[in-house]
């Protein structure tokens, strides 16, 4: 069983930069494939990117590449979303996932989730 929480969303005008944080309970955070997704007004919940356990290998979705980056620190049970370059599409409300054994794109992957966080961001 795992928790997560996460933080750092707020109000940025567009071409600014947010970096989301997500805390996980639990001693067995490095085992961990971690995700985070985002739903925007309207719209339903989407990939953004993810990062295994061990290799720490990511991937992203199209739209965040070169814009985003996923990392961990496995020692913090953290995981962070570090978003650069923000435009008013990204606006949404940004949760974080756990799964033991998954890394895509698919939220029905993922075991654990957060509350959410809601970024908006102003042109």
Known sequence: QVQLVESGGGLVQAGGSLRLSCAAS?????????????QPPGKEREFVAAIRAGSGSTNYADSVKGRFTISRDNAKNTVYLQMNSLKPEDTAVYYCAASTYYSGDLSSGYNYWGQGTQVTVSS
């Open 26 to 38: 639990g001693r067995t955070f490095s085992v961990y494939m971690m995700g985070w997704f985002r």
